[in-house]
């Protein structure tokens, strides 16, 4: 099981697990969800007390990693299998994101 920290604005927004290669969970951070000021990650995760879970890496997530070329490359650098886009997001959503939202692994 791996896990990261969803940041949005530098704020703790949530987290999303992989528990096994085909089993996704994104779930809001609680003092996130209660505050109504802030806005959901995307418009297909809304602000919910629920768990989302899917068999993919969510969409929204999934769009935040390279294509093509570009992906072999990061693939090959960071000695990441090219099919672990969890991995490859961990890797990558750190620091240099396009919008709002970074990725910050979680520490166990």
Do not use: C, W
Request: proline fraction near 3%.
């Amino acid at each position: 099981m791996r896990q990261v920290e969803i940041h949005r604005n530098g704020e703790l927004a949530g987290i999303l697990t992989e528990e096994k290669r085909n089993s996704y969970v994104f779930r809001y951070n609680d003092l996130y969800y209660k505050d109504s000021a802030k806005a959901a990650i995307s418009l297909s995760l809304p602000k919910t007390q629920k768990e989302y879970r899917n068999q993919n890496l969510f969409p929204f997530f999934y769009n935040m990693l390279s294509e093509g070329v570009n992906r072999k490359l990061q693939s090959t650098q960071l000695k990441i299998d090219e099919e672990d886009s969890f991995g490859l997001l961990m890797a990558t959503a750190q620091y240099d994101t396009i919008g709002a939202i970074t990725i910050k692994p979680v520490n166990e």
